[in-house]
């Protein structure tokens, strides 16, 4: 068997696991893909924490798959699509869905390949809900020593408000992921023999000295979610004092 697997890889937890555990089933090609948007403070940071993973992966004597290095694609060479736009102008107003599911839209409709994303299970992940709410989803299942490795695609929608299908027909979401919370994922790297691939995940948007700074959305997860290891303390004290630094810059601007 020789297949070809697209993952979109933001070398965060969720999507780091996919790669990790596909890692582990010989025959697959794994061809990760990055969108490099516009304005990303945590960037460089990703593509470090993908260089390394992959590295580690590699070396781990335990893979079988071949994991190829990640293909980068600027967010400003994806097509246009103003069907895809459309559509996702109505996701955002209804579930603030992000918009960096127009760009992985437009990217999947012009592979017109499956491009696997991975998704958390957890009532804060708007695009969870978003795919709950809108989606009727058919799975291709794909046995391995026990665990599912295959996805759920889109089949039909559960609402006739929209078509959710412009921004979702091409999305893949891996089964094995669907119920996990990352605390499972965590534990999973575990089991897989990876722990040192989750310690090396990148998930702050707002990174200050290099380090998690604890404030923004997804540092705020990772304290709430028992994963309190992945913010370091200096980064979180360095955050609050950019923070208050901020503020007084935008306090100072408005006398």
């Known amino acids: 068997m020789n297949n070809i697997v697209n993952v979109l890889w933001t070398g965060g937890l969720d999507s780091t696991y996919r790669i990790a555990e596909l890692s582990r089933w010989g025959g697959v090609n794994i061809q990760p893909y990055y969108i490099m948007l516009p304005d990303r403070d945590s960037a460089k940071y990703e593509l470090r924490a993908i260089n390394r993973i992959t590295q580690m992966i590699r070396k781990n004597p335990q893979t079988s798959a071949i994991l190829h290095d990640v293909k980068i694609v600027s967010a400003d060479n ?6 895809v736009d459309a559509e996702m102008a109505r996701l955002t107003k209804k579930y603030r869905l992000g918009g960096q599911y127009g760009y992985i839209a437009r990217l999947a409709n012009s592979m017109k390949q499956y491009l696997e994303v991975s998704l958390e299970a957890s009532p804060r992940s708007k695009a969870h809900n978003t795919v709950n709410q809108e989606l ?6 794909i046995l391995f020593n026990g665990i599912d490795y295959g996805t759920y695609r889109y089949l039909s929608n559960k ?3 929209g078509h959710p299908e412009l921004v979702f027909r091409y999305i893949a979401l891996p089964a094995s992921i669907k119920g996990m919370t990352k605390l499972d994922e965590k534990e999973g790297f575990t089991k897989l023999g990876l722990e040192e691939c989750y310690r090396a995940t990148w998930f702050c948007h707002l990174p200050v000295f290099g380090m998690p ?3 923004c959305n997804p540092c705020r997860d990772a304290l709430n979610e028992g994963m309190s290891d992945r913010v370091p ?3 979180r004290i360095l955050g609050i004092c950019r923070n208050q630094v901020v503020k007084c810059k935008n306090a100072l601007a408005k006398t």
């Open 159 to 161: 609402t006739t408000e």
């Open 78 to 83: 994806i097509p246009q699509d103003a069907a």
């Open 233 to 235: 303390y200096l980064g």
């Open 136 to 141: 009727n989803l058919v799975q291709d299942s």
């Open 213 to 215: 700074c604890g404030r």
